[in-house]
């Protein structure tokens, strides 16, 4: 059995075995998150998903490594796992402890960029970037912040996803299975094992986190999975040194890119701390407008399959252009029944 089919199983299975456990923990324990006007959610719900996603990766890494599953990664590439595997631990240990004792938005920060410097310096890097119709541009000096911003920026673009049931849980798991499609067409069998893990992972937790969901995945869970995509996307994809892959991670991960940049812009135009909550995300304007969590989640979905589907397009996967046919076809008809929700809502009974 390929170890990405098995690295993917593992993770799913301990994900589904160990989130009602976790469940059980959180609510005898009163780690809870309580409604709020800024929440959708009605009643207290457990916020610490994200053990069991982290607990199902950690295991498939355990087995997949053991197995010898890592024994194709060149010699000069482990701190680079290093990088993207550890800095998944830290930012999901940051979000775990502000799941439990509420940190400070200043200080998540700190610790974050400390994480993400740490991981530039073990080889998670951006090196070079592309210009269209001139070709890779080194970026020297710039290489840090640049890589500081992709890395803290993902992770934190996945947690503000996370305002409906299922919506970043299935976004992450798109995003990893593009990236694994993409990592197993460029050669990066490494990187696509551990996208196989995050996909296993994040897919098998929608069992309890879709509308209605039993379970909040936490700041725990948004952070480690939007920071493995980020780091998957520089040390799989960026490092192939081509005009293509460089742009690569940008497409997959398009829909929390986009989302969060248009309303932190958004934020800061007003003079507001980019921090500040508020309902001016995608998904909270849908649901102002009327529709259902499911709806919205559904067609966001939508976007984040068309998204992928120019990914695999884009990096000549065989059958790509197949896949971005269908794609479109499905974000037209979501999109036809967001609107027409929407005119229904407006024009009432």
């Avoid at 290093?82 to 700190?110: E, H, K, M, N, Q």
């Avoid at 410097?117 to 080889?123: E, F, I, N, P, Q």
Wanted: net charge positive; glycine share 12%.
């Amino acid at each position: 059995m390929p170890y990405h089919l098995v690295a993917f199983l593992i993770s799913t299975l301990v994900v589904l075995w160990s989130t009602p456990i976790v469940k059980k923990i959180g609510l005898k324990s009163g780690y809870v998150d309580l409604p709020d006007p800024r929440k959708v959610h009605k009643k207290p719900m457990v916020r610490l998903g994200g053990v069991s996603i982290f607990i199902g990766n950690l295991s498939a890494w355990l087995v997949i490594w053991i197995s010898g599953g890592f024994s194709e990664l060149p010699s000069t590439s482990g701190y680079e796992l290093l990088g993207v595997v550890g800095g998944g631990f830290c930012f999901f240990a940051i979000g775990l402890l502000d799941d439990l004792f509420t940190l400070s938005p200043l200080l998540r920060l700190v610790l974050q960029i400390g994480v993400a410097v740490t991981a530039w310096h073990l080889g998670v890097s951006i090196d070079f970037f592309t210009i269209p119709f001139y070709g890779l541009v080194q970026l020297g000096w710039l290489s840090l912040p640049f890589t500081v911003i992709w890395l803290v920026g993902v992770a934190n673009a996945m947690n503000f996803m996370d305002g409906l049931d299922g919506l970043a849980a299935g976004i992450a798991g798109i995003a990893a299975v593009i990236m694994l499609a993409v990592s197993l067409y460029m050669n990066q069998p490494v990187a696509a094992l551990l996208a196989a893990t995050l996909a296993g992972g994040a897919l098998g937790f929608l069992r309890y986190n879709f509308n209605p969901a039993q379970i909040f995945m936490g700041d725990g869970g948004a952070y480690f999975m939007g920071y493995t995509l980020a780091a998957l996307g520089i040390v799989g994809l960026v490092k192939s040194v081509t005009t293509v892959a460089v742009v690569l991670p940008f497409i997959i991960l398009a829909v929390p890119i986009l989302d969060t940049s248009t309303v932190v812009i958004d934020r800061l135009s007003r003079g507001k701390s980019p921090f500040t909550a508020d309902k001016r995300h995608l998904h909270h304007r849908l649901l102002q407008a009327g529709l259902s969590q499911r709806s919205i989640v559904l067609f966001i979905y939508s976007l984040a399959f068309w998204v992928g589907s120019i990914a695999l397009t884009y990096a000549g996967v065989p059958g790509g252009k197949a896949y971005a046919t269908g794609a479109t076809l499905l974000l037209g008809y979501s999109s036809w029944q967001v609107w027409r929700r929407i005119l229904e809502k407006q024009e009432g009974p």
